[in-house]
């Protein structure tokens, strides 16, 4: 496992290890920097002899309507969340293909099948990343490669707190209404958990899902309009 802050990072890969007696190899890493998504997946393979399952989840990119954006804001978007997957996806295939058997599954939004307003950023780089994974299913299925998005809805988590801010101070409602908003477009009427999403992913990486390909699987409680 990787991510930027060390401290956060050692601190989950200590209770992970405690609560499951796992090994856990956990670097810290900027998954925009290539070269170093190059390094981790090696150390990866050194360590474990192999990777069998690649789960990418880069952080959003900030609240913003469009004329709010900056270029600059586009080309961190784009880094932070389309190219961080290619990087990964282009470093662990090949060692997926020599095995015959591989999970490449990615981690959005609800906003790849329904924007949501004042996220144009993740609505239109979030996109990019389903068009990778339809192509990466489609060009190493016959590797045994299954490529699949998971795309939660309004989840409890530290970003979804972050937004809440964000939306509260440009509407001038408190957070909880926002929250209680956001809980009420669900047909579940409620506000989604982290483990939730969780057991979505590990479903996809098993045996059990070993017929899904190419899919963006929503964790919304309903959330999404469409059908």
Not at 139 to 150: Q, R, T, Y
């Given at each position: 496992?990787?991510?930027?802050?060390?401290?956060?990072?050692?601190?989950?890969?200590?209770?992970?290890?405690?609560?499951?007696?796992?090994?856990?190899?956990?670097?810290?890493?900027?998954?925009?920097?290539?070269?170093?998504?190059?390094r981790?997946?090696?150390?990866?393979?050194?360590?474990?002899?192999?990777?069998?399952?690649?789960?990418?989840?880069?952080?959003?990119?900030?609240?913003?309507?469009?004329?709010?954006?900056?270029i600059?804001?586009?080309?961190?978007?784009?880094?932070?969340?389309l190219?961080?997957?290619?990087?990964f996806?282009?470093?662990?295939?090949?060692?997926?293909?020599?095995?015959?058997?591989?999970?490449?599954?990615?981690?959005?939004?609800?906003?790849?099948?329904?924007?949501?307003s004042?996220?144009?950023?993740s609505?239109?780089?979030?996109?990019?990343?389903?068009?990778?994974v339809?192509?990466?299913?489609n060009?190493?299925?016959?590797?045994?490669?299954?490529?699949?998005?998971?795309g939660?809805?309004?989840?409890?988590?530290?970003?979804l707190?972050?937004?809440?801010?964000?939306?509260?101070?440009?509407?001038?409602?408190?957070?909880?209404e926002?929250?209680?908003?956001?809980?009420?477009?669900?047909?579940?009427?409620?506000i989604?958990?982290?483990?939730?999403?969780?057991?979505?992913?590990?479903w996809?990486?098993?045996?059990?899902?070993s017929?899904?390909?190419?899919?963006?699987?929503?964790?919304?409680?309903?959330?999404?309009?469409?059908?």
């Open positions: 496992m990787c991510a930027r802050k060390a401290e956060t990072l050692t601190a989950v890969a200590e209770r992970i290890r405690q609560q499951y007696k796992a090994e856990v190899l956990a670097e810290p890493l900027n998954v925009t920097d290539a070269d170093g998504v190059h981790f997946v090696d150390a990866v393979v050194q360590r474990f002899g192999a990777a069998d399952i690649c789960v990418t989840n880069a952080g959003g990119p900030p609240a913003k309507g469009f004329l709010a954006t900056t600059d804001d586009w080309r961190k978007a784009v880094d932070q969340n190219m961080s997957t290619i990087y996806a282009r470093e662990v295939i090949p060692h997926m293909q020599r095995k015959q058997w591989g999970r490449i599954i990615t981690i959005t939004s609800i906003t790849t099948k329904q924007p949501v004042d996220l144009v950023l609505n239109a780089v979030r996109a990019g990343v389903v068009g990778l339809k192509s990466l299913s060009e190493f299925g016959k590797d045994g490669i299954l490529a699949n998005n998971v939660p809805g309004f989840t409890a988590t530290d970003r707190k972050q937004l809440a801010k964000a939306r509260a101070a440009a509407t001038g409602k408190s957070d909880k926002i929250f209680d908003s956001w809980a009420a477009d669900s047909a579940l009427k409620r989604g958990e982290p483990r939730e999403v969780a057991d979505t992913i590990v996809l990486a098993s045996e059990r899902a017929f899904v390909t190419g899919q963006t699987i929503l964790v919304d409680g309903g959330a999404y309009k469409g059908l």
